[in-house]
């Protein structure tokens, strides 16, 4: 790793993933049956998104929550693998590492419950005294931990960019909202944009258009399309598109995680917004070939 590489810091999430593949997903009420494809692996929004900074080149600081249990272990130790900086994360010896649970269709969709665990138990004082002993060229944020924690990140940025992806998204967005004035770039998905502003979730440019004009927000709007792209917002400009890199998708889960730590890699080494839109978005089409929501080691080479 280049001693030139940028410092990029993650608050988030550790979970253990658990992926079946499904010939279709479950409607209410229905059993299905697996396809025969089974994967256990690491995962959570925010170490999806710190390994894959990491494998590109970043130097990483994962801050965050692990039960002091097995699944834990392999959490760190999937980190610790790519170099990602794990220590100020959290033990607890009364809670579970996080869980999580994705079906798999033969398109590629999926479905993910979680059982947030240890990763609900993060506290602000732990996530301020980490952020500032960092000293990261870039903050990058989800919500799969507590929102105070989160804004507790925001608070001690001291001059870091910070990347904010809002997902998942609360039941009530108002403390999201709160948050804005402190974020730099902004990465939601429509739905995650629609609900943020208290309307429908936006079909079309104009309406992603529209709902980022009704947001307010001061820094950088990067609303992800999935396959689409991203339609990227700056200031005053008219909004750009960036086009998705078409590919045979065999499994989306954590594709967006990649576009998010590949945006935070590519930013903490100089990139601008539109440079770094466009790689993420290839390395997450790259990503979708694969089963699991991890990124894998060799990510870079493409």
Known sequence: ?????????????????????????????????????????????????????????????????????????????????????????????????????????????????????ANA???????????????????????????????AAVAAADGARVVLNPAPMPADPTPVRELLAGVDVLVPNRSELGRLVGRPEPTDPTGVAVCVAALGHHGSVVVTLGAAGA????????????????????DASGAGDVFCGTLAQQLADGADLLEAVRRANALAAAHTVHAGARVRADLAAH
């Open 1 to 117: 790793m280049s001693a030139a590489s940028g410092r990029v810091c993650v608050v988030g999430s550790f979970n253990e993933d658990t992926t079946l593949g499904v010939a279709a997903l479950p409607r209410p009420g229905e059993t299905t049956l697996t396809r025969g494809t089974r994967l256990v692996s690491p995962g959570g929004k925010g170490a999806n998104q710190a390994a894959a900074a990491a494998v590109l080149g970043a130097r990483v600081s994962m801050v965050g929550a692990v039960g002091d249990d097995e699944p834990g272990e392999r959490a760190l130790a999937a980190l610790t693998d790519l170099d990602v900086d794990v220590s100020p994360v959290a033990r607890r010896d009364d809670l579970g590492t996080g869980i999580a649970v994705i079906t798999v269709d033969a398109e590629g969709e999926n479905t993910i419950v979680v059982d947030p665990g």
């Open 231 to 250: 339609l990227c917002f700056q200031g005053d400009d008219a909004p750009v598109a960036v086009p998705g890199v078409p590919t045979e998708a065999t």
């Open 121 to 151: 138990s993060l506290t602000a004082s732990e996530v301020e005294a980490a952020v500032a002993a960092a000293r990261p060229d870039v903050l990058l944020l989800q919500l799969e931990v507590p929102v105070d924690a989160v804004a």
